[in-house]
């Protein structure tokens, strides 16, 4: 407590500093900027900063940005680049730093111009063509600065969405600099609400969300991908009919979900390693979550961009699962939805692979819960007490979903199914890479066993980790067997082999007998779980 009251009370004197250095040469303000940034880390001088320290701020970033430009339109080498550059990112820090859980500070910023100031320094940073240390500082700490007083205030997100959108966020999505695109990302995402979302999938900003899609894709262990796809997910679960050219624009965005899918899905095998640190992921849950983002979203003391609030996701950011299995689990997800749309559903039928990977994902899960305990073998615990807290729930019920609607109508699809043994060779060999010699031929036998329908009747039980699975592989088989005659014949030569395991049925005090060509469900008594 007693450093914060001796900040609060240098605050006055460093802002009086700051005020008389406005004439002085841009060393000196420089030194008076750093003081105030230093004080305004501690919440007590932030809350007590007045309006005329941002006032001072304001002049020296507008006095800068009219210098440069100047400059470089008198083709002047008088100006001190660096120095400018220097005093323009401390600038930023300091107006960043003023704005942590400070309403009152983002709105008088905001309300001052420091938004559009920032903005235009911004693309004026972007048209410098050296590109060298001191530019880069000051643009990233203009994005830092963007995204902290949009941080949890809706107008000051409004503000910057109307001045950057689609302009400057394409210009720093497509920048050289790695800090510089996903400190964009964290702004776009804390501006981002289900309108702005509309927005952006727009057929004029095209080229804006297609560019955000290729950044994640370059960058799918990043967690900002997860919380993307979740914006992608309600956008394509409304009800709303849409133009053609929003249908369009859905088709070239699910084009490239689809090729993201193919290329990424076996990274869910990762979530295998993970069942066995379940405990350990709820115990230590909130302190690596915390500990993640004084890593990665810590700067100065002060976290940016505290917008986790946007995805309920999120909670599994700083477990020990791999964010790209994520990502592939919600890739799967926005793929049924897409696949429900009678819009979307006819062109990714065609997407080439696609079928294709949904089933060769599904053999090795299938497999790999079949090899070991884990997230994909089929429990049946039936307590009704517990929840099941894992990202890979409901993977294989999705799966089963998505091979349903891809068979749904489509004579090709069907039969591909039928005929599909083609196990996709990365996949595999990355399989019996991981696996003991002993275990290499028995794999290979078990692969080549699963032919996608007799998989997908497989699937026809009770499964706790894969709510609904027995009515999605109904539901497929149905899509499967429609007005198709051989596919209808290949179950109907079927052989018996007697009946599927009942333990669920007998812990509920019940038994299967067959009699003739029927089967009796009968009561007995219970056995214990």
Request: charged content about 25%.
């Amino acid at each position: 407590m007693a450093a914060a009251g001796s900040g609060s009370r240098s605050l006055p004197a460093a802002a009086a500093r700051l005020g008389r250095s406005m004439a002085a040469a841009p060393a000196a303000r420089l030194e008076s900027v750093r003081a105030v940034t230093g004080l305004l880390r501690e919440a007590q001088p932030r809350e007590t900063a007045e309006e005329s320290i941002f006032q001072d701020l304001l002049k020296i970033l507008t006095k800068a940005l009219n210098e440069i430009e100047q400059a470089y339109k008198d083709s002047c080498e008088l100006l001190d680049l660096d120095t400018c550059l220097l005093l323009v990112a401390e600038c930023f820090r300091c107006l960043r730093n003023a704005c942590v859980e400070c309403a009152k500070n983002q709105d008088v910023m905001r309300n001052l111009g420091l938004i559009t100031t920032s903005v235009r320094l911004i693309k004026l940073l972007d048209g410098i063509q050296i590109k060298e240390e001191p530019l880069l500082t000051a643009f990233r700490c203009s994005l830092q600065f963007l995204g902290n007083i949009a941080a949890g205030n809706g107008d000051s997100q409004n503000s910057i969405w109307k001045c950057a959108f689609p302009d400057l966020f394409l210009t720093c999505l497509t920048y050289s600099d790695e800090k510089i695109v996903a400190y964009c990302c964290m702004v776009l995402f804390t501006c981002l609400n289900s309108e702005k979302v509309r927005e952006l999938l727009d057929p004029e900003n095209l080229t804006v969300a297609l560019r955000v899609l290729k950044v994640y894709k370059e960058q799918l262990e990043s967690e900002w991908s997860v919380t993307f796809l979740e914006l992608i997910m309600s956008k394509v679960s409304e009800k709303n009919s849409v133009t053609s050219e929003e249908m369009n624009v859905f088709m070239r965005i699910a084009d490239f979900l689809a090729s993201c899918f193919r290329d990424k899905c076996e990274a869910v095998l990762k979530l295998t390693s993970a069942a066995d640190a379940e405990d350990e992921v709820t115990n230590g849950l909130w302190a690596a979550f915390w500990e993640y983002l004084m890593q990665s979203c810590v700067l100065d003391g002060l976290v940016l961009f505290p917008i986790y609030e946007v995805s309920k996701s999120c909670w599994l950011l700083g477990t020990p699962y791999s964010t790209e299995a994520l990502v592939t689990v919600r890739l799967l997800d926005v793929l049924c939805e897409m696949t429900s749309n009678n819009g979307q559903l006819e062109h990714l039928q065609a997407s080439p692979g696609l079928l294709e990977t949904a089933i060769d994902i599904l053999r090795l899960t299938h497999l790999a819960g079949k090899q070991a305990v884990n997230i994909f073998t089929a429990t049946h615990a039936m307590t009704g007490q517990e929840e099941i807290s894992h990202p890979a729930v409901g993977f294989k019920s999705h799966l089963i979903r998505l091979i349903g609607n891809l068979c749904y109508k489509s004579k090709g699809n069907q039969d591909k199914v039928k005929n599909g043994i083609w196990l996709g060779y990365s996949m595999l060999g990355k399989l019996l890479l991981k696996s003991p010699p002993s275990d290499v031929a028995n794999i290979i036998q078990k692969v080549y066993e699963l032919d996608g329908i007799p998989l997908i009747l497989d699937n026809c039980s009770i499964d706790d980790n894969n709510p609904f699975v027995n009515q999605w592989a109904v539901y497929a088989i149905r899509n499967l067997t429609e007005q198709n005659e051989r596919n209808q014949e290949l179950i109907a030569r079927m052989e018996e082999k007697g009946l599927a395991d009942n333990s669920v049925l007998e812990h509920m005090g019940l038994e299967i007998e067959k009699q003739d060509d029927k089967l009796l469900l009968r009561s007995v008594r219970k056995k214990p779980l």
